[in-house]
């Protein structure tokens, strides 16, 4: 068993001595807790940053789709323009080739008006000659 005279030497010296002892391992706990902390939160920043860059990557293949697709809806939008192009050049030449026919149409049209009035006017003519003939002989004529 231990004296009075080991219990005042635990107390004063050892005492003394162990306190910085025990204050530095209490200083190294606590900075092993934060370290340990600070690394499970920058653990933890690390993955969000992981799954924050995952979900950017999506987007951006999610976008590279995206512009593919207008890549392609854009082809066709020209291919569809170039056709309707030429269906206008072709309906130019249409309109063209029917305004030649009509020009055709209304000469011949004008001629037979002018035919059907010279033949109005010989009608005529050959009525009073018929009429004066008639007259002259004498005969009735029915109508």
Same mark, same amino acid.
């Given at each position: 068993? *231990?004296?009075?005279?080991?219990?005042?030497?635990? !107390?004063?010296?050892?005492?003394? !001595?162990?306190?910085?002892?025990?204050?530095?391992?209490?200083? $190294?706990?606590?900075?092993?807790?934060?370290?340990? #902390?600070?690394? *499970? @939160?920058?653990?933890?920043? *690390?993955?969000?940053?992981?799954?924050?860059? /995952?979900?950017? &990557?999506?987007?951006?293949?999610?976008?590279?789709?995206?512009?593919?697709?207008?890549?392609?809806?854009?082809?066709?939008?020209?291919?569809?323009?170039?056709? #309707?192009?030429?269906?206008?050049?072709?309906? @130019?030449? $249409?309109?063209?080739?029917?305004?030649?026919?009509?020009?055709? $149409?209304?000469?011949?049209?004008?001629?037979?008006?002018?035919?059907?009035? /010279?033949?109005?006017?010989? *009608?005529?003519? @050959?009525?009073?000659?018929? @009429? &004066?003939?008639?007259?002259?002989?004498?005969?009735?004529?029915?109508?």
């Amino acid at each position: 068993m *231990l004296t009075k005279d080991d219990k005042n030497w635990i !107390e004063e010296k050892l005492a003394k !001595e162990v306190k910085p002892l025990r204050d530095s391992v209490d200083l $190294l706990r606590k900075k092993v807790s934060e370290t340990s #902390f600070d690394k *499970l @939160h920058s653990d933890t920043r *690390l993955n969000a940053i992981e799954a924050s860059q /995952m979900r950017v &990557e999506e987007k951006v293949d999610s976008f590279d789709k995206d512009i593919t697709e207008l890549k392609v809806d854009s082809k066709l939008l020209q291919q569809a323009i170039l056709r #309707f192009e030429r269906g206008q050049d072709e309906i @130019h030449s $249409l309109a063209s080739q029917t305004l030649g026919i009509v020009e055709g $149409l209304s000469g011949k049209v004008a001629g037979l008006d002018q035919e059907n009035k /010279m033949g109005s006017i010989t *009608l005529r003519r @050959h009525d009073v000659q018929i @009429h &004066e003939l008639a007259k002259a002989t004498g005969t009735t004529i029915s109508d």
